[in-house]
T-cell receptor, first 114, second 110 residues
Framework: KAGVTQTPRYLIKTRGQQVTLSCSPI?????VSWYQQTPGQGLQFLFE???????NKGNFPGRFSGRQFSNSRSEMNVSTLELGDSALYLC?????????????FGPGTRLTVT | GNSVTQMEGPVTLSEEAFLTINCTYT??????LFWYVQYPGEGLQLLLK???ADDKGSNKGFEATYRKETTSFHLEKGSVQVSDSAVYFC?????????WGAGTKLIIKP
C-alpha cells in the first residue's frame, strides 16, 4: 500500500497570506489527523477527522481550519499567516480498527513564513 | 489532562552500548502507548506499541513494557548502532489524538 502523502513538501509564504496543505491517507484509512511540529513547542495536535467529521480539535486559533472529503483526503488551511506559523505540518492516517489507535505519518509539509 | 513526560536529551552513547529512554504518562483510564522515531529530515515512524498493562512492544531490537503500577513505558535496546541516531517520541492516545512527549534526541558515536 502507498503511504500517507502530503503536498506540497515545502512552502514559503509571507505574513498575512493564507495557505492550504493537502494530505492523502493510506487507502482504506478513514481517520486523518494533523499535527504541528516546531523546535520550541514540539508536536502539537491540530485536529482529527473521521468520515468528513471533525471529532477533536487542539488548542489553536480559528485561523487554523481543516476539512475532509468523501474520499478521506484532507486539507488544512491557515489564514492570515504569522511568523510563528513556520513549522513542519504532519498528517497522519489511521484505520481506527481494533482496540488501539495507531497512526501512520506522512513526510510533512515544511512551511516557512517570512 | 493527559500528559507524557520523557527524558530530555540529547543522549549520547557509543556504538553497542545499552540504551534506556524513560517515559512516564498520566491518563484517565488505560491508554495505548507508543514509541515513534523520527530520522533526520523525515516524518515520524511507529517503532512499537502496547495496548494494555504488561504488554511488551518490540521492533528492530527495541523493547518497551507497559507498566501500569509505575505509569511508565521506557524504551530499551541492548546494543545500539550508529543508524539508531534519531529523535524518539513517546506518546499515548486520548480522545482521537496522540499526546506526545517532548522527544529525546539520540546520538550514537562509532
Amino acid at each position: 500500500k502507498a503511504g500517507v502523502t502530503q503536498t506540497p513538501r515545502y512552502l514559503i509564504k509571507t505574513r498575512g497570506q493564507q495557505v492550504t496543505l493537502s494530505c492523502s491517507p493510506i487507502s482504506g484509512h478513514r481517520s486523518v489527523s494533523w499535527y504541528q511540529q516546531t523546535p520550541g513547542q514540539g508536536l502539537q495536535f491540530l485536529f482529527e477527522y473521521f468520515s468528513e467529521t471533525q471529532r477533536n480539535k487542539g488548542n489553536f486559533p480559528g485561523r487554523f481550519s481543516g476539512r475532509q472529503f468523501s474520499n478521506s483526503r484532507s486539507e488544512m488551511n491557515v489564514s492570515t499567516l504569522e511568523l510563528g506559523d513556520s513549522a513542519l505540518y504532519l498528517c497522519a492516517s489511521s484505520s481506527t480498527l481494533g482496540a488501539y489507535y495507531e497512526q501512520y505519518f506522512g513526510p510533512g509539509t515544511r512551511l516557512t513564513v517570512t | 489532562g493527559n500528559s507524557v513526560t520523557q527524558m530530555e536529551g540529547p543522549v549520547t552513547l557509543s556504538e553497542e552500548a545499552f540504551l534506556t529512554i524513560n517515559c512516564t504518562y498520566t491518563a484517565t483510564g488505560y491508554p495505548s502507548l507508543f514509541w515513534y522515531v523520527q530520522y533526520p529530515g523525515e516524518g515520524l515512524q511507529l517503532l512499537l506499541k502496547a495496548t494494555k498493562a504488561d504488554d511488551k512492544g518490540s521492533n528492530k531490537g527495541f523493547e518497551a513494557t507497559y507498566r501500569k503500577e509505575t505509569t511508565s513505558f521506557h524504551l530499551e535496546k541492548g546494543s545500539v548502532q550508529v543508524s539508531d541516531s534519531a529523535v524518539y517520541f513517546c506518546a499515548s492516545d486520548s480522545n482521537y489524538q496522540l499526546i506526545w512527549g517532548a522527544g529525546t534526541k539520540l546520538i550514537i558515536k562509532p
